[in-house]
């Protein structure tokens, strides 16, 4: 794959206006490289005061002035801000094409755009004009890593993970600039005037007095997070917020590196620990060090609170919040021995012994419908500190038997504890003869099996699975469920037959289907965040009535809401450039062709995004919605209420598009209607099922198209397949073989024609030491399988292309009827690689393998 070219788009008239690009790059950014783009439009923050609006996300683009590292000033437009990727896209007029940005790769950016402040009614300004007008102006230092430092005036600021907003006054009536500084460059910040400057001029104190203060708070800024919350308890709601939004500001440590690196257990006490707790998952390896005597309690405590960074809270001392216990019933915080603190924010924080207990965690989760935060507290405090409080509210806390380090029977969401999962509900009688009765629905209440329902979502999400396959059997054969993984489906459990009718039951009430109609297929959406709210991602499901009377269901999971950049979908270096010159032309069709399951639709959201710019009104239609990305409106194809593709088209006609987006092309009225769009000044993205570029033609021709019209629309066809990647962790290259680069030459020259003299042999193999060997020596790559890809090899995928590229004699050859076979010949006269050959120079790369490519294309 290569960097990205030069980013300044042709326009219309002409050529590109190069010297622009050139400035922005000569000003300190380089090349940038791209990351994601966002989900939803970002919220840029406000002054956080009440006379100023709140932050509203993005929907349009904003001027503003970026500078660079060395201190050059460029004018563009902030398209899509992705503080998560920690990425910009800038547009630099005259380019039609966004130019990501990363964070590290500029030091400023300001949105020109003054912000006005909220007008206040003369009522409300009489009643609380002394909150509702305040601004305060105060100065600010922020200081550079590469030195230097950035001085102004601001009213407010916002400070987080990310970055440095700052809000410089415009004028006197509060109108502010919004100004950006990224974290990346920030050495230290000062905002206000200097304290210690200030009560030395009110004679307050003297300088000896200042520099006294300042060496200490420079000890306490040197001291560990961790000893500070170790030496002093947390006993207020402030605190512990504070506390805890420090803690997520360390370093991820295991708490077996944490206790080696206190000197409490050698690295051999942690390796028989693991090993023994491979034969239990359900003991955290604290308790059992614990138990195996390595380790005291408070020695895992301070570890814990040293190392790891959780607040230790003083439950004696600690008020307890009433809506928080109202959240944990009684018997289940006393079976967890769980202390519920404080909900803040849709978040419930406990205090718990041990908060690498992920199986508590996970029930309180499913429990409360609340994200769950853990803090610490000392054993001895807890049993009495959620007696006292639950008491106080009225309940009987006395009839509970308190189970200290009792592991429930609730599993971690790991692969492992899906069969876990299965022993419980056996034990739960779920079984039972009411269970058998095929037509019983399940009822909400179930609890472990509408766990396990959510477990295994939740597990092919973690995986990266594509589609869940959930297969009825008759009699008592049991129900198997696979995953899609990678393209291939693997096994991942199997049920007793009598919970059949109850799991399917309980997947059509999450999608709102009929739980009595069996003889029909349906279709239906799962929104996931209603039943697991810290997981925001969708399912299309789609139920299918097979023989005996049973019922087959079949859940994709539409996660992928972001699109990859373009010259991340792995195209060749050729390709990538014909590609983009399609795009960056005003009108005509782009096809991208291959069967179900090849990526089409993220590819042509790749060059959305690359073209994605405010002067382009860009309409999609789509069936369902599954990327999304600002700037675009997104229309969802309904076949059921005749709402199809060709009337989608129709209608984004009449709305003044610049491009079109169509999901797929079924017909001749779809396609026929892409056409005329192509041709009356539109640019036309659109997929088909075919199996390569030069068949794509052939089959349109086929359905009745004009080939004149056809011809003179047409741009380019993009023809891919998805193959397994290599996994990288276990992955071994060494010097190929003389026969073994034969081999791939015979079958890379086998698809060109007979007496060809274009090219030879000899000079494909001296391009492929060039562009792929390493210092000229061609690799073989293998992956024998690690514990990461699970043992075989792969992990991932990639995607082989074929481009055709739509010159002046290929048009001629599609107006006067050639067939594929021609057109082939011709295109690979023109450069042109088919699927096959693109999959050989990946293998040689060590993207993929060979079996993988001769298994996705044909020679």
Same mark, same amino acid.
Request: a negative charge; charged letters at 25%; aromatic letters at 6%.
């Given at each position: 794959?290569?960097?990205?070219?030069?980013?300044?788009?042709?326009?219309?008239?002409?050529?590109?206006?190069?010297?622009?690009?050139?400035?922005?790059?000569?000003?300190?950014?380089?090349?940038?490289?791209?990351?994601?783009?966002?989900?939803?439009?970002?919220?840029?923050?406000?002054?956080?005061?009440?006379?100023?609006?709140?932050?509203?996300?993005?929907?349009?683009?904003?001027?503003?002035?970026?500078?660079?590292?060395?201190?050059?000033?460029?004018?563009?437009?902030?398209?899509?801000?992705?503080?998560?990727?920690?990425?910009?896209?800038?547009?630099?007029?005259?380019?039609?094409?966004?130019?990501?940005?990363?964070?590290?790769?500029?030091?400023?950016?300001?949105?020109?755009?003054?912000?006005?402040?909220?007008?206040?009614?003369?009522?409300?300004?009489?009643?609380?004009?002394?909150?509702?007008?305040?601004?305060?102006?105060?100065?600010?230092?922020?200081?550079?890593?590469?030195?230097?430092?950035?001085?102004?005036?601001?009213?407010?600021?916002?400070?987080?993970?990310?970055?440095?907003?700052?809000?410089?006054?415009?004028?006197?009536?509060?109108?502010?600039?919004?100004?950006?500084?990224?974290?990346?460059?920030?050495?230290?910040?000062?905002?206000?005037?200097? %304290? /210690?400057? !200030? *009560? $030395?001029?009110?004679?307050?104190?003297?300088? =000896?007095?200042? &520099?006294? #203060?300042?060496?200490? +708070? @420079?000890?306490?800024?040197?001291?560990?997070?961790?000893?500070?919350?170790?030496?002093?308890?947390?006993?207020?709601?402030?605190?512990?917020?504070?506390?805890?939004?420090?803690?997520?500001?360390?370093?991820?440590?295991? %708490? /077996?590196? !944490? *206790? $080696?690196?206190?000197?409490?257990?050698?690295? =051999?006490?942690? &390796?028989? #620990?693991?090993?023994? +707790? @491979?034969?239990?998952?359900?003991?955290?390896?604290?308790?059992?060090?614990?138990?195996?005597?390595?380790?005291?309690?408070?020695?895992?405590?301070?570890?814990?609170?040293?190392?790891?960074?959780?607040?230790?809270?003083?439950?004696?001392?600690?008020?307890?919040?009433?809506?928080?216990?109202?959240?944990?019933?009684?018997?289940? #915080?006393?079976?967890?021995?769980?202390?519920?603190?404080?909900?803040?924010?849709?978040?419930?924080?406990?205090?718990?012994?041990?908060?690498?207990?992920?199986?508590?965690?996970?029930?309180?989760?499913?429990?409360?419908?609340?994200?769950?935060?853990?803090?610490?507290?000392?054993?001895?405090?807890?049993?009495?500190?959620?007696?006292?409080?639950?008491?106080?509210?009225?309940?009987?806390?006395?009839?509970?038997?308190?189970?200290?380090?009792?592991?429930?029977?609730?599993?971690?969401?790991?692969?492992?504890?899906?069969?876990?999962?299965?022993?419980?509900?056996?034990?739960?009688?779920?079984?039972?003869?009411?269970?058998?009765?095929?037509?019983?629905?399940?009822?909400?209440?179930?609890?472990?099996?509408?766990?396990?329902?959510?477990?295994?979502?939740?597990?092919?999400?973690?995986?990266?699975?594509?589609?869940?396959?959930?297969?009825?059997?008759?009699?008592?054969?049991?129900?198997?469920?696979?995953?899609?993984?990678?393209?291939?489906?693997?096994?991942?459990?199997?049920?007793?037959?009598?919970?059949?009718?109850?799991?399917?039951?309980?997947?059509?009430?999450?999608?709102?289907?009929?739980?009595?109609?069996?003889?029909?297929?349906?279709?239906?959406?799962?929104?996931?965040?209603?039943?697991?709210?810290?997981?925001?991602?969708?399912?299309?499901?789609?139920?299918?009535?097979?023989?005996?009377?049973?019922?087959?269901?079949?859940?994709?999971?539409?996660?992928?809401?972001?699109?990859?950049?373009?010259?991340?979908?792995?195209?060749?270096?050729?390709?990538?450039?014909?590609?983009?010159?399609?795009?960056?032309?005003?009108?005509?069709?782009?096809?991208?062709?291959?069967?179900?399951?090849?990526?089409?639709?993220?590819?042509?959201?790749?060059?959305?995004?690359?073209?994605?710019?405010?002067?382009?009104?860009?309409?999609?239609?789509?069936?369902?919605?599954?990327?999304?990305?600002?700037?675009?409106?997104?229309?969802?194809?309904?076949?059921?209420?005749?709402?199809?593709?060709?009337?989608?088209?129709?209608?984004?006609?009449?709305?003044?598009?610049?491009?079109?987006?169509?999901?797929?092309?079924?017909?001749?009225?779809?396609?026929?209607?892409?056409?005329?769009?192509?041709?009356?000044?539109?640019?036309?993205?659109?997929?088909?099922?075919?199996?390569?570029?030069?068949?794509?033609?052939?089959?349109?021709?086929?359905?009745?198209?004009?080939?004149?019209?056809?011809?003179?629309?047409?741009?380019?066809?993009?023809?891919?397949?998805?193959?397994?990647?290599?996994?990288?962790?276990?992955?071994?290259?060494e010097p190929a073989s003389q026969a073994y680069i034969d081999d791939l030459m015979k079958e890379y020259m086998f698809v060109f024609p007979e007496h060809q003299e274009h090219i030879t042999a000899e000079a494909v193999q001296a391009d492929w030491q060039q562009r792929l060997g390493r210092d000229g020596v061609l690799m073989t790559h293998t992956a024998k399988g690690c514990p990461q890809c699970n043992h075989t090899g792969y992990k991932g995928r990639a995607g082989l292309h074929e481009l055709l590229s739509v010159s002046r004699e290929v048009r001629r050859m599609i107006q006067t009827g050639a067939n594929a076979e021609a057109l082939l010949n011709q295109s690979l006269k023109e450069g042109m690689r088919t699927l096959r050959q693109d999959g050989i120079e990946k293998v040689l790369s060590g993207i993929t393998s060979m079996e993988e490519v001769r298994a996705s294309s044909n020679i």
């Amino acid at each position: 794959m290569s960097d990205y070219p030069d980013h300044a788009a042709r326009n219309d008239a002409g050529p590109p206006a190069p010297q622009k690009v050139a400035d922005f790059q000569d000003a300190g950014f380089g090349d940038a490289d791209a990351g994601d783009v966002t989900n939803g439009a970002f919220r840029w923050p406000t002054p956080p005061f009440a006379t100023y609006p709140v932050a509203t996300a993005q929907q349009e683009s904003e001027p503003c002035q970026i500078v660079g590292l060395n201190g050059r000033v460029m004018q563009g437009r902030l398209n899509f801000f992705v503080p998560t990727e920690r990425v910009a896209h800038i547009q630099v007029p005259p380019a039609r094409t966004t130019m990501p940005l990363r964070f590290n790769q500029f030091r400023t950016l300001l949105l020109t755009r003054a912000l006005e402040p909220t007008a206040v009614s003369h009522e409300v300004a009489q009643h609380d004009g002394g909150v509702l007008t305040e601004r305060p102006v105060t100065d600010y230092r922020v200081h550079l890593v590469a030195g230097g430092t950035l001085e102004g005036d601001t009213i407010g600021h916002v400070d987080n993970e990310y970055g440095l907003f700052l809000f410089p006054p415009v004028d006197e009536k509060g109108a502010v600039s919004r100004l950006f500084v990224p974290a990346d460059i920030i050495a230290g910040v000062e905002i206000g005037p200097l %304290i /210690g400057q !200030a *009560l $030395i001029d009110a004679q307050a104190v003297t300088p =000896d007095d200042v &520099q006294q #203060a300042i060496d200490v +708070q @420079q000890n306490l800024r040197n001291q560990k997070l961790g000893d500070i919350l170790l030496t002093q308890k947390v006993v207020s709601p402030e605190q512990l917020i504070d506390a805890i939004q420090r803690q997520s500001h360390m370093p991820m440590v295991r %708490i /077996g590196e !944490a *206790l $080696i690196a206190l000197g409490l257990i050698s690295d =051999d006490q942690l &390796q028989i #620990a693991l090993k023994q +707790q @491979q034969h239990d998952r359900t003991v955290p390896l604290g308790e059992l060090l614990v138990r195996l005597g390595m380790v005291s309690r408070q020695d895992l405590l301070s570890a814990l609170a040293r190392k790891m960074g959780y607040p230790l809270v003083d439950l004696d001392k600690f008020p307890a919040d009433p809506d928080a216990l109202h959240r944990v019933p009684f018997n289940v #915080a006393a079976r967890l021995l769980v202390a519920p603190l404080l909900l803040h924010e849709s978040m419930l924080i406990v205090a718990v012994e041990d908060p690498s207990k992920r199986s508590v965690l996970a029930e309180l989760e499913f429990v409360t419908q609340c994200k769950i935060v853990p803090v610490l507290a000392n054993q001895s405090q807890l049993e009495w500190s959620i007696r006292d409080a639950y008491a106080k509210l009225g309940a009987d806390v006395t009839s509970v038997m308190f189970t200290a380090f009792a592991e429930p029977a609730e599993l971690e969401l790991d692969a492992i504890d899906s069969g876990k999962l299965v022993e419980d509900l056996e034990k739960e009688g779920l079984d039972n003869k009411s269970f058998q009765e095929e037509d019983r629905p399940i009822e909400q209440s179930d609890n472990s099996l509408v766990r396990l329902i959510n477990t295994m979502i939740v597990e092919a999400y973690t995986q990266g699975v594509s589609d869940i396959h959930i297969e009825s059997y008759p009699g008592r054969d049991k129900i198997k469920i696979r995953f899609r993984k990678d393209g291939g489906l693997v096994p991942y459990l199997e049920l007793p037959h009598n919970y059949r009718s109850a799991m399917i039951a309980r997947i059509k009430i999450m999608c709102d289907l009929d739980i009595s109609e069996r003889r029909k297929p349906q279709d239906g959406k799962i929104n996931f965040a209603r039943f697991v709210p810290q997981y925001r991602l969708e399912l299309r499901v789609a139920t299918i009535p097979t023989n005996n009377g049973l019922e087959d269901v079949v859940m994709r999971i539409l996660s992928s809401a972001r699109p990859l950049p373009l010259d991340k979908i792995g195209l060749s270096e050729l390709n990538l450039t014909r590609l983009k010159s399609a795009l960056e032309r005003p009108y005509g069709m782009i096809l991208c062709v291959g069967p179900t399951g090849s990526g089409k639709t993220t590819t042509l959201h790749s060059a959305l995004s690359f073209i994605n710019v405010p002067e382009r009104k860009i309409w999609t239609a789509e069936d369902p919605v599954e990327i999304t990305q600002p700037g675009l409106r997104q229309v969802q194809i309904n076949p059921k209420i005749d709402w199809t593709f060709a009337k989608a088209l129709r209608a984004f006609l009449r709305a003044d598009p610049d491009v079109i987006m169509v999901g797929e092309i079924r017909d001749h009225e779809t396609a026929d209607m892409g056409i005329e769009a192509s041709l009356t000044g539109h640019l036309v993205l659109t997929t088909l099922h075919t199996n390569s570029a030069p068949e794509t033609v052939t089959r349109l021709l086929d359905m009745g198209m004009d080939p004149f019209n056809f011809a003179d629309a047409l741009l380019v066809v993009l023809a891919q397949r998805l193959v397994r990647r290599l996994c990288s962790a276990c992955k071994v290259s060494e010097p190929a073989s003389q026969a073994y680069i034969d081999d791939l030459m015979k079958e890379y020259m086998f698809v060109f024609p007979e007496h060809q003299e274009h090219i030879t042999a000899e000079a494909v193999q001296a391009d492929w030491q060039q562009r792929l060997g390493r210092d000229g020596v061609l690799m073989t790559h293998t992956a024998k399988g690690c514990p990461q890809c699970n043992h075989t090899g792969y992990k991932g995928r990639a995607g082989l292309h074929e481009l055709l590229s739509v010159s002046r004699e290929v048009r001629r050859m599609i107006q006067t009827g050639a067939n594929a076979e021609a057109l082939l010949n011709q295109s690979l006269k023109e450069g042109m690689r088919t699927l096959r050959q693109d999959g050989i120079e990946k293998v040689l790369s060590g993207i993929t393998s060979m079996e993988e490519v001769r298994a996705s294309s044909n020679i």
